[in-house]
């Protein structure tokens, strides 16, 4: 199979679980305007994919929908987009960047997880959580851009993003998790936001090029572990 052309199905609304799972010859997917739902690994293990468009109308994307597309260069997601499933994108390591629409308030944990081409990603406004490892090993990750609705930055959501260099979180943040940006050896500064109020476990362990931290005055937890192995570490007031 070298090809999917459902645009003339004009009634189809969702594509069932596994459908085109491991058709590793697929280059080309055209979706119809109808579809709404995108199954459970719809289009995993889908080695030879290179780009998708994703119709208007369509809702929800299901767990592992693209995971193991590895020549997934580019993805345009919809306005209508309001669910991204758990493992939606994971190893999708030609990907290379991404932007989130506007309408998406549920990001599934490890959504993005092993994207090691992405170079950038925009969170959308309507975010309130990162979920759990989002973009965990995305090792060539430099720019993140945060929206002043997120409270909560899940556990591993930055873990091993090893060139990403400087964080700014919003204003809008309370917790930011366990490990949320252990292991980002790149990472020189972060600024902490005044709303901040827990800093989990190893928060940011082994980041061996960060140099100072500014603890907000709003803080009233400060986990274990939280600069274990901040090598160049001089300054946390």
């Not at 590793?24 to 719809?42: E, M, N």
């Not at 204003?171 to 827990?198: N, R, Y």
């Amino acid at each position: 199979l070298l090809r999917v052309d459902l645009k003339g199905c004009t009634k189809l609304t969702s594509v069932g679980n596994f459908a085109f799972c491991m058709c590793t010859s697929l280059t080309s997917v055209v979706l119809p305007d109808s579809l709404t739902q995108l199954g459970k690994g719809a289009f995993q293990h889908c080695s030879s994919l290179t780009s998708v468009v994703l119709p208007d109308s369509l809702t929800q994307l299901g767990n592992f929908a693209f995971g193991r597309c590895t020549s997934l260069t580019s993805v345009v997601l919809p306005d209508s987009l309001t669910e991204l499933g758990e493992y939606a994108f994971q190893d999708c390591s030609s990907l290379t960047s991404m932007a989130l629409p506007d309408s998406l308030t549920e990001l599934g944990d490890a959504a993005f997880q092993y994207c090691t081409s992405l170079v950038s990603v925009v969170l959308p406004d309507s975010l309130t959580q990162l979920s759990d490892s989002a973009f965990a090993g995305c090792s060539s990750l430099t720019s993140v851009v945060f929206p002043n609705s997120l409270t909560v930055v899940g556990d591993n959501a930055f873990l091993e993003c090893t060139s990403l260099t400087s964080v700014v979180l919003p204003d809008s943040l309370t917790q930011l998790s366990d490990s949320a940006f252990g292991c980002c050896s790149s990472l020189t500064s972060v600024l902490l936001p005044d709303s901040l109020t827990q800093l989990g476990d190893g928060a940011f362990y082994e980041c061996s090029s960060l140099t100072s931290v500014v603890l907000p005055d709003s803080l009233t937890h400060i986990g274990k572990h939280v600069f274990l192995g901040c090598s160049s570490l001089t300054s946390v007031v």
